[in-house]
């Protein structure tokens, strides 16, 4: 029960967002960094609402950490709340790669397209590399970008070794790779046969790899190395 009610919440505060939408699609787009403070309150705001209705606990360390300017964070993936985490938590407007299906639910779809966000064809890998093309003008405009490396949710197994070609967005983009750690989302869904629970989660911000430091060295030893330290800060 107290599952469905969290979920017809989440539902009545997202319609109650669509006067705001439209003020934010009327917004000029370019350049899109003014825009993109201006929308992020609004999904910022209704994600830490919905995590607060589970009465989940959040502690977030090293936001001291993200450089100034635009930046791709690469984050560990542990559950479906992972993204309401970092979109309320990060302090910081946000894209994603999310999976096209997503572009089926109105209104959210809506917002996503105005957080800079692409969407992926898992079955088309000609799809995939216009995406990446996508991430990088998101970035270059300003945008944050945010990628899942290791590619599925591990639902608080091991976390899976990073794969290399998301994190191209950064690298072709030229921008910091910042590395976020994700503890316990996983207990507020997926450990719980679909049920919400409450769970003590922990966001940590670690050391953003800079593109001097990356110019140099291959794509599988940048993924292996943002890979160590996002596992480094999971206790």
Same mark, same amino acid.
């Given at each position: 029960m107290?599952?469905?009610?969290i979920?017809?919440y989440?539902i009545?505060?997202?319609i109650?967002?669509l006067?705001k939408?439209?003020?934010?699609q009327?917004l000029p787009?370019d350049?899109?960094?003014p825009k993109?403070q201006?929308?992020?309150?609004i999904p910022?705001?209704? +994600? @830490?609402?919905?995590?607060?209705?589970t009465k989940?606990k959040?502690?977030?360390?090293g936001?001291?950490?993200i450089p100034?300017?635009?930046?791709?964070f690469? +984050?560990?993936h542990?559950?479906l709340f992972d !993204?309401?985490?970092?979109l309320?938590y990060?302090e910081r407007?946000?894209g994603? !790669?999310?999976?096209?299906? !997503?572009?089926?639910?109105p209104?959210?779809r809506?917002?996503m397209?105005?957080?800079?966000?692409?969407? !992926?064809?898992?079955?088309?890998?000609?799809?995939a590399i216009k995406?990446i093309?996508?991430?990088?003008?998101?970035?270059?405009?300003?945008?944050?970008m945010?990628?899942f490396p290791?590619?599925t949710? +591990?639902?608080?197994?091991?976390?899976?070794?990073?794969?290399?070609?998301?994190?191209?967005?950064g690298?072709?983009?030229e921008?910091p790779?910042v590395?976020i750690?994700i503890?316990?989302t996983?207990?507020?869904?997926?450990?719980?046969?679909? @049920?919400?629970k409450q769970a003590?989660?922990?966001?940590?911000v670690g050391e953003?790899?800079?593109p001097e430091?990356?110019k140099?060295?291959?794509?599988? @030893?940048?993924a292996d190395?943002?890979?160590e330290r996002?596992k +480094?800060n999971?206790?």
């Open positions: 107290k599952t469905l009610w979920y017809l989440a009545r505060i997202t109650q967002t006067p939408l439209k003020h934010a009327k787009d350049p899109y960094g993109g201006a929308i992020y309150k910022q705001s209704v +994600s @830490k609402r919905v995590i607060k209705k989940t959040v502690t977030v360390t936001l001291e950490q100034e300017g635009p930046v791709l690469a +984050s560990n542990q559950g !993204i309401l985490l970092l309320g990060i407007p946000i994603f !790669i999310a999976k096209k299906e !997503i572009k089926k639910i209104l959210i809506s917002w397209k105005e957080l800079q966000c692409v969407f !992926i064809d898992r079955s088309n890998r000609r799809a995406v093309e996508d991430g990088v003008n998101s970035l270059k405009r300003g945008q944050n945010v990628i290791e590619g949710r +591990s639902k608080g197994g091991p976390i899976v070794p990073f794969k290399s070609g998301s994190l191209r967005l690298t072709r983009a921008v790779i590395p750690t503890n316990g996983h207990l507020m869904l997926e450990a719980n046969d679909g @049920k919400m003590d989660v922990s966001l940590t953003p790899l800079m430091a990356y140099n060295l291959k794509s599988q @030893k940048i190395i943002i890979y996002v +480094s999971l206790k």
